[in-house]
């Protein structure tokens, strides 16, 4: 019973690992293929753009 809950509790975390991973490997595949003045041109424009 006890290996049931600690399966269950650990989905969140497993979960935000993936999406942790998944942020990770777009920020690298955008620094790759831009390369870092326009990467970070990009970034900071859409900071702009949402912020003001």
């Given at each position: 019973m006890s290996e049931?809950?600690?399966t269950r509790s650990a989905v969140p975390i497993v979960l935000?690992?993936?999406v942790?991973?998944?942020i990770l490997?777009?920020?690298v595949a955008l620094w790759?293929?831009?390369g870092t003045t326009v990467?970070?041109?990009m970034i900071r424009a859409g900071f702009v753009a949402c912020f003001g």
């Open positions: 049931a809950i600690t935000a690992a993936t942790a991973g998944l490997a777009g920020t790759a293929h831009y990467f970070f041109e």
